[in-house]
T-cell receptor
Framework: SQQGEEDPQALSIQEGENATMNCSYK?????LQWYRQNSGRGLVHLIL???NEREKHSGRLRVTLDTSKKSSSLLITASRAADTASYFC???????????????WGLGTSLAVNP | GAGVSQSPRYKVAKRGQDVALRCDPI?????LFWYQQALGQGPEFLTY????????KSGLPSDRFFAERPEGSVSTLKIQRTQQEDSAVYLC?????????????FGQGTRLTVV
């Protein structure tokens, strides 16, 4: 079962523009992570934001988390053709879930950055 | 390289055949996960190991699926009597610790096609 829903499902932008993707989830979380997937490098971890954090930056990436709305956003600034990929959010359950360590994934946003 | 290695990269199996998929995690990583990813979907959790202990197998879809990690390093996912609905990419991931706030590193996956 999928936990998250990303929107939009697909996004096409020009190089240099910013790309914003959103993720909503259903249950309590310990943290939320964003991953990128393309055929060349598989699934690559981008950034992790804990449930007590509201915003995090890493290079051209900016992630926000609103636990009251159970939503997160990923902003990629000054996009490049190499950013073309599918982007997934994934959540981990809180400590109260015992040995449950699994990542629960959304359906992903397919981003195309046109040169 | 020092990443997570999966083999084979591609496997075509006739319906009813048994298959075994191998995962070599990053050396020293305590946690190991198996996920199943259907075309156009996000990954779905199958099972989780901490060292050699299988702590969560709640995602295994049927008793035809079996995973092991006998020495706390290499893991094998076995699917018996494969069915067409088993066709998917099987992803293995490892992480250094057993905590929830550690990054997971993914292999390139094994693409299984059942014909």
């Amino acid at each position: 079962s999928q936990q998250g829903e990303e929107d939009p499902q697909a996004l096409s932008i020009q190089e240099g523009e910013n790309a914003t993707m959103n993720c909503s989830y259903k249950t309590s979380i310990n943290n939320l992570q964003w991953y990128r997937q393309n055929s060349g490098r598989g699934l690559v971890h981008l950034i992790l934001i804990r449930s007590n954090e509201r915003e995090k930056h890493s290079g051209r990436l900016r992630v926000t988390l609103d636990t009251s709305k159970k939503s997160s956003s990923l902003l990629i600034t000054a996009s490049r053709a190499a950013d073309t990929a599918s982007y997934f959010c994934a959540t981990t359950p809180p400590f109260s879930a015992g040995n449950n360590r699994k990542l629960i994934w959304g359906l992903g946003t397919s981003l195309a950055v046109n040169p | 390289g020092a990443g997570v290695s999966q083999s084979p990269r591609y496997k075509v199996a006739k319906r009813g055949q048994d298959v075994a998929l191998r995962c070599d995690p990053i050396s020293g990583h305590v946690s190991l996960f198996w996920y199943q990813q259907a075309l156009g979907q996000g990954p779905e959790f199958l099972t989780y190991f901490q060292n050699e202990a299988q702590l969560d197998k709640s995602g295994l879809p049927s008793d035809r699926f079996f995973a092991e990690r006998p020495e706390g390093s290499v893991s094998t996912l076995k699917i018996q009597r494969t069915q067409q609905e088993d066709s998917a990419v099987y992803l293995c991931a490892s992480s250094l610790g057993g905590g929830r706030n550690t990054e997971a590193f993914f292999g390139q996956g094994t693409r299984l096609t059942v014909v």
